[in-house]
């Protein structure tokens, strides 16, 4: 029983991570239609970051915290003028050529800068050792992954659900046009969102530094499960993402704990029957899929 | 180079439109002459852009190149290879563009020999190249056993390290404590090939394999699986993740904190591993070695020479390429030629040493074989300079490092 | 999601012109096409020249769902691969001429395509895309665990390249070329008869206005299931050749990369047919070419040529060399009257 009690631990642990990383990519492309597939290659930016930072001027983990992700922001509203602003009109076709390209363009950079082995990163101050629960052990930084995640989640909600940013950002998702009619300038908001965004991308690589291998290549199989998150929740849907990311957390933690080899699987599995027995995801608007 | 050569072939081939042979890639090289096309041509086909991009990659270019500095040294105006080119190219990981660029070099570039070729699946399919061309083909940086095995021919050696050689080397060590051991790996070929040549190495050396837990490949989350390995309490834990995945592995190991209550033993790790994560991460971690620079004077000799050209210190990959190409000249010097049959026969039932091998044997199944290390990383404190990360626990003589020939083998 | 509009809505307009003009340059079209697929070993090397007659019609494949259709398929890896795997399996185990072998292989990826195809083409867009890439994963999973019957990571090594004992064809690839492309340019044709036949236009009239082709009477998704499977066929028929030239199947032609190979008719210009050949060209020379050059950063130069393709060339390079084309004929038609 402990042990199910720590697998699921493990699996709420990893949820909250999966979806504070497809947080941004559901804001993304419920404002502005947009799949972002450069999405993966972002998050590998914020870890990278992260490193560089703390070789070059010695910014450890807490303050980067901060830092990157306003970097990330910065980063992102630069994308969206340069490139992703010529797209908002046309297929979602063009989105995933466009952004693809932008993913390969930096995982190369990254790449030819950085090599291909890695970045060492510290372990954060205060985050170190284990926290014992009983007969229960969970790694400290893993509890403080979940419980930053869930914040991060909750003040995302807040924002969307309490501002008027956010009544307008979410008005301009779901009703466009009617939105465009009340006379507010829906074209305003796209690039800070698209920014925010890419900053969300950008916390959870800051996050996976210290826990995962910082490599240019980081996001590439990341980025294909972030979509299968955002899409089992369902497109455009923030609280569909925080669900599914959940979801997917858990049923990996149990599928590794009690069928290894199928564990590799099981997020498609996941991903195809949810696809075919509620079109638009878990909580997408069934109506229009 | 490569456009030279090719569009001299194109333009052969277009004045001869009608007289089609020819076209598609010449036969065997000529077996009479001495030196086909006057030179002789050492290809490295690997990654140069990839995750092995730092363990070999073009750092084994250069090494090549040392290899044919050195021969031509040696000696000098005697050297039946008199004129020596060392082309390379980016086979990306994938096995068929290996595949395709195997078949250019060896007729269109005109090359006697391929070198290194990391990736099972491309060094597989550069094997099937190197039969049908009857050209020489000296793998270093694939692992799997089949290359000597039922995918064996008589044009291509296995160099450096296979499975088998990493799980006896790191197998060694059930006799200086070892016993228990839960094994995680990635859920594909070599993974598989690893787990199963560890869970007999071990079970020889007369410990117990208590678990063997797949994983996805690629996966970054091992938190679940450690939990798993470390439930029966074992002495060891052995992580056949390589590359990235490994680093996760490590980070996430010993964030669990069973660094202090477990010895992590790595199936395959490159000293490039070390320097990329921080020595502080691996240390007390055991890994089998086939070449360590700072073994002794020879090594550190060779290495420095390899610093001089690189500015790095060099991987096993890169002292094994070396090597392969330096053996390849002495051979094509002893046979008087380049024929790649006469050049087999100067390898085959060799005994052969060198910086790399040491008490090197080109068996019949033409897997070379030679004594391997086990090592153990170095704490932070005892790294008395860069690239300093590895104390060596045991040697295991060449003859008990390898799994005996394969009966599925027939050259 | 609604039921969208292709993004090639607006490309096909392009084609008004006058309707014996139109035939006239489509003839001299095919015949500059036979003779490009006749002489490409001539000039690019024989293995490579392969590579794209496969790359080609695997482009074409896509086209046929994505241009014609509106279905992005993400899963395609899934057909190509399976394809490749028991062309592979068949020309070992059976031993028969290896065009057999092909085909056995092409009628095994549209066999898997019918349930896949059945299930997803109830969804559109996104989602269509992430369903068949979810079933792409499950073949991939399968064939890795398989390990006795696929060799596994290793790949599925030796296949015989056996053609009547014809020895030149069995081991030079100059010779083996002009046996496959038969067999490339027939599913070419194919896919050219399907598009210009009656079929081809409910299948266009479908991508325009779903809504109106189903008023109109027509059965949408038991269309959009047989074309899914002609499409499988297509892709099936170039893996098969594919694994035949190479003389080996590998884990990559099944993994999510090979599905994203559906760039190759964007970069070359979708639903126009000539696009994905002219992709594929671009792509497979691309890689060719940065093998040897020494430059590390493939993905740089891919990468910017997406880019650029998406933000100034949207019609794809051969989408956009046509309607340049034709701007020119047309203006150079009504000169006098000006």
Redesign the interface.
Known sequence: MSAFIQYTLQGLAAGGFYALAALGLAVIFGVLGVVNFAHGACYMLGAVVSAVLLDVVGLHFWPALVIVPILMFLFGVLLERVFVQWLLRLDVLYNFLLTFGIALVLVDLVKRRYGVSGLPYEQPAGLRGQLHLGSLSLPTYQVFVFAFSMLVCVLVWLLLTRTRIGMIVRASTEEPERTRALGINVNRWVTPVFGFGIGLAGLAGVLAAPFRAITADMGGNFVIILFAVVVIGGLGSVLGAVVAGFLVGLVEAYGQAYASSFSQIAIFVLMALVILVRPAGLFGRQETA | M?RKT?SAA?AA??TGALV?AG???GGPSAGGGKISDDKVVLAVLND????????SGPNSVEAVKMAVADYQKKYGDKAVASDIEVI?????N????A???A??MYD?QKADIILDVPT??AA??VA??AK?KKKLFIDVGAG?T?LTGA?CNKYTFHWAYDTAMLAKGAASQVKNGGKKWSLVYP????G?DMNKSFTSAIKEGGGTVQQS?????????F???I??AA?SKPDVIGTMAAG?????FV??F????MRDKATLAVGLMFI??I????VD?FAGTTFTDAWYWNFDKKNREWADRFKEKTDTRPSFAHAANYSAALQYLEAVQRAGTDDSDAVVGELEGKKLNDVFLRDGEVRADHNVIHDTYLAEVKKKSEVNEPWDYEKIINTIPAADAYEPVSKACSL | MTEQSAPTAQLEQTAEVAPARRSTVRWVLLAIGLVAAIALPWFVYPPVAMDIAAWALFAISVDLLLGYTGLLSFGHAAFWGSSAYVTGLIAIHVGVPFPVAILGGMLFAMLIAVPIGYLSVRRTGIYFAMVTLAFAQMIYFVANQWHSLTGGENGLQGIPRSFFGIEQVETDAFYFYYAAVGLILLGAWAAWRILHSPFGRVLVAIRDNPARARALGYDVERYKVVVFVLSAGLAGLAGGVFSISHGFASLQELAWTTSGKVVLPVLGGIGTLWGGPVGAALVVLLEDKLATIGFDGIGIITGSIFIVIVLLFRRGLWGTARTVLQGLADRRHRAPRD
């Open positions: 490569a090719k194109i081939c277009m089609l076209c598609g890639g140069q852009s990839g995750v092995y991009k730092d363990l390379s190219a980016d086979h990306q994938k096995p068929d563009i595949n395709t660029k078949q250019e269109r099972s699946s597989l399919a099937g190249v049908q799997t089949e995918s859920d594909y070929a070599f598989q837990i797949p994983t996805p490949f690629p996966n970054d989350n938190a679940t699986f939990t798993k439930s990235g995945d490994l680093i996760n980070k996430q010993n964030q669990s904190g490039t591993d320097h990329s994560l921080g991460q």
